[in-house]
């Protein structure tokens, strides 16, 4: 009987937070101009350094915008020809309609994955989504009556789930436009499980607007830390976790380097350090 209970607990959770998502509506107004695949500096290519080992990212853009094309990962650590990543982005009407992944598998055959871009029709960014026959990698995003992001939702599950629930991070910003906490609520549970606090330099953030650039530079410690990267104005010098469960307190202090007013240098703890080439 008690553990029938519990079970039955444990679905009604399930079952209540399936509606998370009911409510995202169409924002009237949006200020994040996630979707639009440019920087607002355009980067040649990023070095990033961890555990001595240098990995390239090559950048390649659509015309004379800012407007990403491709990027070529290649790795220093598996020097082998099939070792690497190619993203290729694909536009229509100046958003992002997909984004295909190709990685070679250990027989080094090329496995492409698909991530396809949804937009609401005021233009901003509704979800983005991958599935292949097993499972679903899917992120969904909520806007704020202010027009920007407030919320963003994570799922990956078996595509046979019928039932199942996000991982929540909520946001919360400042006067200069900058994600000051994210609150983060676990896919089991219905309280908010951990805290994110960012400060700030004054220096304009080059990747504004890019999702996703979490793929090419080591922001920290999982969700919480990607968003300031690809939604705030200017660029992340500290970052704070506090994990409720156990009252556990973490702080990232990142070293920021520029040069000419651009950000060139990233980095957190000794083994961690990113330079971007202009």
Same mark, same amino acid.
């Given at each position: 009987? #008690?553990?029938?209970?519990?079970? $039955? ?21 949006? *200020? ?14 990023? $070095? ?8 390239? *990212? #090559?950048?390649?853009? /659509? !015309? ?12 220093? @650590? ?15 009407? /100046?958003?992002? /309609?997909?984004? %295909?992944?190709?990685?070679? &598998? ?13 937009? #609401?029709?005021?233009?901003?960014? $509704? ?35 019928? @039932? ?6 909520? *946001? ?15 896919? *089991? ?19 504004? !607007? #890019? ?15 990607? !968003? ?11 970052? &704070? ?23 060139? %240098? ?13």
């Amino acid at each position: 009987m #008690f553990f029938s209970c519990k079970k $039955k607990k444990h679905e009604d959770v399930l079952q209540t937070n399936q509606d998370q998502i009911a409510e995202i509506k169409d924002p009237i107004v949006y *200020y994040d101009t996630l979707g639009k695949g440019d920087f607002r500096d355009k980067i040649r290519y990023i $070095k990033r350094n961890q555990y001595g080992f240098n990995n390239f *990212y #090559f950048f390649e853009y /659509d !015309g004379q915008s800012n407007r990403v094309k491709t990027i070529i990962y290649e790795p220093q @650590r598996h020097p082998q020809s099939c070792a690497g990543a190619k993203y290729d982005f694909f536009y229509v009407r /100046d958003k992002i /309609d997909r984004l %295909e992944v190709g990685e070679p &598998t250990s027989a080094c055959a090329i496995n492409v994955r698909t991530f396809k871009y949804n937009y #609401f029709l005021s233009g901003a960014l $509704k979800s983005i989504v991958q599935q292949d026959a097993y499972n679903i990698n899917e992120i969904i995003f909520s806007y704020s009556s202010n027009g920007r992001v407030d919320k963003i939702f994570y799922s990956y599950r078996p595509v046979t789930l019928t @039932r199942f629930r996000y991982i929540e991070t909520s *946001y919360s910003y400042n006067s200069k436009g900058n994600v000051t906490e994210i609150k983060r609520q676990e896919s *089991y549970s219905n309280t908010i499980s951990q805290i994110t606090n960012f400060e700030y330099d004054s220096i304009p953030n080059p990747f504004k !607007g #890019f999702y996703g650039i979490r793929n090419f530079i080591p922001t920290g410690v999982g969700y919480e830390s990607e !968003g300031p990267f690809f939604l705030s104005e200017n660029n992340v010098r500290r970052t &704070t976790y506090k994990y409720l469960e156990n009252n556990n307190v973490q702080i990232y202090p990142y070293l920021l380097s520029y040069t000419n007013s651009r950000l060139s %240098e990233f980095g957190y703890f000794d083994q961690y350090r990113t330079y971007f080439y202009y």
